[in-house]
Nanobody
């Protein structure tokens, strides 16, 4: 069973930065599209950013210009660099594979709290 382990969250002031990491235990990491998602209580999980096997990225409008997704196929890691964080970015962040329906069981996520 594929395991997804997210890390790097924390408490940060508005305007600050965080870098999230996701370790994925899959042998087909390099051919997958990978995405970062986030969820706040009472709302559906939403996709924040995706990166395909060729390195092409796309972002939700709410994070364009502030977040950057990247991947390391050798280490089987996906990253999310988050800059100029806003209170509305507060959520639990998750990673998963696939360009549409998530492929794997969700990990535990990592909490990001943006507050002064």
């Amino acid at each position: 069973q594929v395991q997804l382990v997210e890390s790097g969250g924390g408490l940060v002031q508005p305007g600050g930065s965080l870098r999230l990491s996701c370790a994925a235990s899959t042998n087909i990491f390099s051919i997958n599209t990978w995405g970062w998602y986030r969820q706040v209580p009472g709302k559906q999980r939403e996709v924040v950013a995706r990166i395909n096997s060729g390195g092409v990225t796309n972002y939700a409008d709410s994070v364009k210009g502030r977040f950057t997704i990247s991947r390391d196929n050798v280490m089987k890691m996906v990253y999310l660099q988050m800059n100029n964080l806003k209170p509305e970015d507060t959520a639990v962040y998750y990673c998963n594979g696939g360009g549409g329906v998530p492929m794997y069981t969700w990990g535990q996520g990592t909490q990001v709290t943006v507050s002064s």
